[in-house]
């Protein structure tokens, strides 16, 4: 029998963005599928409704491989696809797969043999990277930094010279609540001269994405306490 086939169902990054976020071939996809593995079957859920799903959430099968199930046997997740359905895979991170954890079922899949579908969606880092100006050719995202003050300003200080080096974009992020944290760390490590674009709340009604020198922001730094943001060091 012919396994089903894995489709990566990307999610808004706010609230409000449906609209942005969701293709006709996306919702078309989602009413012809009943079966998901899915970051949070609460969010999941909400989502699929915002994206017009027709099917009614009651017929809907839910796997969810969130960071308290991480130690259920991951064949589950795979009975359906091999029994040849189509199953969705959806996360908390806009594109499943990156800077997600569901990057794990979509190698299983790989080495199952069975076919895997990315669908258009939003990803913080591609559309930061795109409106900030810098050097889209070669770039590295390094998720989270460390928490320890005296390793973070290390870490930031080994980006900006890497960036310097290569030519090189690099991107990170933090959690919403450390957030200025981050960049007061990032305004006193780094020379006058290095540019970084602050991208905040992308696709939310009150998005906020600029790039400037880290002088220029010394004089102007914005308030990211709790809200989504991604940071990109540039220097030419």
Known sequence: MAYGTLYLIPV?????????SFTPYLINTINSIKEYIVENEKTARHFLKEAGLKIPQSELSIHDYGKHNRDVNINS?????????????????????????????????????IKVVPLVGPSSILLALMASGFNGQS??????????????????????????????????IETPFRNN?????????????????IGCNLTAEDEFIQTKTIAEWKHNAPDLHKKPTIFLLFRS
């Open 12 to 20: 808004p990054l706010a609230e409000n963005a449906a609209a942005m």
């Open 77 to 113: 997740f795979f009975i359906g696809l091999t029994a040849g359905h189509d199953v969705g895979l959806m996360s908390e991170a806009g594109c499943p797969g990156v800077a997600d954890p569901g990057s794990e079922i979509v190698d299983e899949a790989h080495r199952r043999g």
């Open 139 to 172: 770039f590295t995202f390094h998720g989270y930094l460390p928490i320890d003050k005296a390793e973070r300003a290390r870490k930031i200080k080994e980006l900006e010279s890497l960036a310097s080096r290569f030519n090189q974009t690099q991107i990170f």
């Open 181 to 197: 944290q981050l960049l007061e760390e990032i305004l006193r490590s780094c020379t006058a001269k290095t540019r970084l674009c």
